[in-house]
Nanobody
Framework: QVQLVESGGGLVQAGGSLRLSCAAS????????MGWFRQAPMKEREFVAA????????SYADSVKGRFTISRDNTKNTVYLQMNNIQPEDTAVYYC?????????????WGQGTQVTVSS
């Protein structure tokens, strides 16, 4: 079973940039569809971005499109979320997730999350 560990969160000023990383253990990472989600205080967890196992296809929430970029390096078992022009409304705990089954299945492997706080 793959385990996911996020890192790279922190405090950043509005308009700044941050790169989150999600390191995966296990030898099957390259076959997993990966995603980033976030949960702000008092709000539901929401989808941020996703990437196919090969890295060839990506998708984004409208709220981050054009500002965030998801990528992966299967040789390092790592998926990234580059966050540019960060805004206060991006403040949340960011979670990395994986689908161990088909891309139509639910995300079934989750990391512990990393906090991103944006000051205005």
């Amino acid at each position: 079973q793959v385990q996911l560990v996020e890192s790279g969160g922190g405090l950043v000023q509005a308009g700044g940039s941050l790169r989150l990383s999600c390191a995966a253990s296990g030898r099957t990472f390259s076959s997993y569809y990966m995603g980033w989600f976030r949960q702000a205080p008092m709000k539901e967890r929401e989808f941020v971005a996703a990437i196919r196992s090969s890295g060839a296809g990506t998708s984004y929430a409208d709220s981050v499109k054009g500002r965030f970029t998801i990528s992966r390096d299967n040789t390092k078992n790592t998926v990234y979320l580059q966050m540019n022009n960060i805004q206060p409304e991006d403040t949340a705990v960011y979670y990395c997730a994986a689908k161990s089954g088909s891309i139509w299945a639910d995300y079934d492997i989750w990391g512990q999350g990393t906090q991103v706080t944006v000051s205005s």
